[in-house]
């Protein structure tokens, strides 16, 4: 494989774990992907996974299949507690990373550089409490409910159309005048100011 | 509620034709209730085996299920509610017609069930006023006849010269919200498991 992208790999349980540098991600997954005898061509699943022990880094987790071999492989990028937490887009290898990417972002605010869309997908645009599945948030939310029910109530249910669909719908000519008053605006709404008290 | 016939006071003949009215109005609303299904979970399962043969609403006017809120009486909402869909159910609740009611089917849609976290509503009275709770998890398709049967019976409880109560519904302002902040909070406190976790754990 590529020299110096490997930090560590470990078999457990009869599967391959492979840490890989976080500069050298792309390059290395290009390589499980692309050489002839790796072959690496499904992207099963992106996820992340954050630790108790605040000393243990953050770890990115992509799950790898090759179709032709049967072959899995998992490959883990550690972000260091301090560190930006960012890592770049698989997008431009498998596709199928847009919607894993976006949700790992969503959940745990992990930046994908290069991803060409990246939003929230399972919490709504203006959710302003942060990223669920981090340690520090609470099960509950940041905010009383009180104030949760009213940023609920207040947020927009079209928003989660991105602009590429708001405008294939837009050439249908079916797309009602908020959304097509949404689409020359070109955002995606504010997010609503907590009360004080809230935060 | 007044009987018909009964002898109210020397205005009787009045009173009775108000009650006649009652009785014809009511009696048609309650045996013809359209009801427009938000099935969002399991208790969706149930509310389809309460649909389909064995049990069958259409024994009790629900013949006609409308998937459309401006054709629906009654919003019968199966399912936990994320906050996600807060604002969905409250725009098909506004574009119901009056009269309107709603059925809460099951513990989540009710207090929010075992969901009690960043992503759920605890209880969909914090955002559309609620007739019948049928509880359960989710709720035997006995439970929801028992709480249609029920909405039947506050149904005809109900009096079309009395204005008050099918107005539509006020929100405090427009936040959007139809309780005090202090309220929503109160019945969204933890109870039972749940009270073992503290908010900021």
Redesign the interface.
Known sequence: MIPGAVREAVASDGETIVYVARERLLEAMRYLKDTPGQDYDYLVDVTAVEFRDRERPLEVVYFLRSLTRKADIRIKVELQPGAELAVDSVYSLWHGADWLEREVFDMFGVTFRGHPDLRRILMWETYAEGYPLRKNFPLRGRFSRAEQVRQALNANPEAHYSMEELSIAAAGGDLPEDMRERLRRGERGTIPEPPPSAA | MKRIGEVQSSNYLVAKFQDLVDWAVNSSRANSLWPMPFGTACCAIEFMATAASRFDFARFGMERQAFSPRQADVLICAGRLP??L???I??IYDQMPQPKWVISMGACASTGGIF????M??GID??VPVDVYVPGCPPRPEGLLYGILLLHKKIKGESLFDHVRRRDEQLLDE???RLP??T??EI?E?FGNSVH?F???
């Open positions: 906050f996600k807060a604002p969905v409250r725009r009690d976290n960043y992503a509503v605890q914090t955002i936040k959007g919200l902040p202090e929503i909070d969204s933890p976790q908010r900021s754990s």
